[in-house]
């Protein structure tokens, strides 16, 4: 039996009907989704889309943007805003393509606008959806302006970089992937995932930080695998 929510906005119990029906369990305050829900709403700010996006919600997700969420990209400008309650915009530069919900850039001088994002916990999570297709050189998924940074190779792999990269095994080109990159002053210290998958690990404890993407979240903590 599904369970029953009680004096919640209907978007935050849609939320958790579709993390329900998917079997996703909910670790995050109710409390804190359901004020996420209010502050948007205060800001008559849109709220539907969480029925059809059952992600983590918490104060470490600083960065969600999603070309597939209207509330995110309206199809239109160079705008692609943060669904977070941070407000971490970023601008579309130098002309990137939008079509069918998905953003295309050019793997020559297509980027977004930096992102300034405080993270005093020294710890990071990257999740990515994209498609890439053969460029034969390198190009950023992210970069931190220092370390670490995600990239595609110039032999189509992808690497997780802090000096010593943690490069994957496969190859993705055309295929529409899943990307997670995780990132902390522990054990592990770095971690590449794909499709959920963890494909490469890095024991060592860190101590600083092109294609067709749908979106990309930003958390201020190393998400676990579950």
């Known amino acids: 039996m599904a369970k029953r929510y009680y004096n919640l906005e209907k978007e935050t119990k849609a939320y958790l009907k579709a993390c329900n029906d998917k079997g996703i369990v909910v670790s995050t305050s109710i409390k804190y989704i359901n004020d996420y829900v209010i502050s948007r709403k205060t800001q008559n700010k849109d709220c539907s889309f969480l029925r059809d996006n059952p992600i983590v919600i918490d104060s ?10 209207a509330s995110s990209y309206p199809a239109g400008g160079t705008s692609w805003n943060d669904l977070t309650l941070y407000g971490n915009n970023t601008t579309l530069v130098n002309g990137v393509d939008y079509s069918n919900k998905v953003m295309t850039f050019d793997g ?9 994002i405080a993270n005093p916990s020294n710890k990071l999570t990257c999740e990515v959806i994209l498609n890439y ?14 370390l670490p940074m995600l990239w595609i190779r110039n032999d189509n792999k992808l690497e997780l970089n802090t000096g010593t990269g943690l490069i994957s095994d496969l190859t993705y080109i055309n295929q529409n992937i899943i990307v997670t990159a995780t990132y902390q002053n522990a054990n592990p210290g770095l ?30 903590r190393a998400l676990g695998q579950t």
């Open 191 to 220: 971690q590449l995932f794909i499709n959920g998958v963890l494909v490469k690990t890095n024991t060592t404890p860190q101590t600083s930080w092109a294609g067709n993407p749908l979106a990309l979240t930003l958390f201020n």
């Open 133 to 146: 297709n053969n460029k034969g050189s390198y190009h950023n998924i992210f970069d931190n302006q220092s």
């Open 108 to 116: 020559i001088n297509d980027y977004c606008s930096q992102v300034s």
């Open 60 to 69: 470490s997700l600083v960065l969600w943007l999603d070309s597939t969420i």
